[in-house]
């Protein structure tokens, strides 16, 4: 069945330093959705990539969908300490299928 | 408005208790997903709804867990003599669109953290 794969499943950064990660699947995508999770919170859309190719930026956030719309990627630039949380991409199903996710951590 | 509302925030039962978590949607959404989430894992699929019809349940782990939504808006999840793997949070989202939400953000609740002893 569809699988999505999230790496790394964690990423310690300074603050500052950039920050990336990376979604594959196993099938094409229709589309793929990005959400933040903070620690103790719930996930929060972020998100939704459709065309091939695509690119879309949120202020230090830029988001890529690949060419053949089975990856995809979050890249932030200078991380803040509000950026920490766990980064999830979800892949379009009749449900949504779910990436392990990235957990950013700002390294003290 | 306000969004999606899930009680009791924390639960802890006695292995073999039930228990019935709530969720509340925001108001006219169609869709109504339940997920399990397990510490430092995603979401993991237990069912959705579709106004009141439930069209897929295919993620639920036992036949210990039933979830309904008899008026197309509140839904219950009830777990039937807990277990200790049965304990992590378990969020609520809703989405404004049906056929499964296909192609539409997700608006999720707090989550219900269960703990089984």
């Known amino acids: 069945g569809q699988q999505v794969m999230q790496i790394p499943q964690y990423q310690h950064v300074q603050e500052g330093e950039d920050f990336t990660t990376y979604c594959n699947s196993s099938?094409?995508?229709?589309?793929i959705q990005w959400y933040k999770q903070r620690p103790g919170g719930h996930p929060v859309f972020l998100i939704q990539l459709v065309k091939s190719g695509e690119v879309k930026k949120q202020k230090r956030l830029t988001f890529q969908f690949g060419e053949a719309k089975k990856n995809s990627s979050l890249h932030i630039t200078a991380t803040q300490t509000t950026d920490v949380g766990t980064y999830f991409c979800a892949g379009p199903h009749y449900q949504l299928i779910w990436g392990a996710g990235t957990k950013l951590i700002i390294k003290p | 408005g306000a969004g999606v509302s899930q009680s009791p925030r924390y639960k802890v039962a006695k292995r073999g208790q039930d228990v019935a978590l709530r969720c509340d949607p925001i108001?006219?959404?169609?869709?109504l997903f339940w997920y399990q989430q397990a510490l430092g894992q995603g979401p993991e699929f237990l069912t959705y709804?579709?106004?009141?019809?439930?069209?897929?349940k295919s993620g639920l782990p036992s036949d210990r867990f039933f979830a309904e939504r008899p008026e197309g808006s509140v839904s219950t999840l009830k777990i039937q003599r807990t277990q200790q793997e049965d304990s992590a949070v378990y969020l609520c989202?809703?989405?404004?669109?049906?056929?499964?939400?296909?192609?539409?953000?997700?608006?999720f609740g707090p989550g219900t953290r269960l703990t089984v002893l």
């Open positions: 099938t094409t995508l229709s589309n």
């Open positions: 989202a809703s989405s404004p669109v049906g056929n499964g939400g296909q192609g539409h953000e997700q608006f």
């Open positions: 709804f579709q106004n009141e019809a439930q069209l897929d």
């Open positions: 108001s006219g959404h169609v869709s």
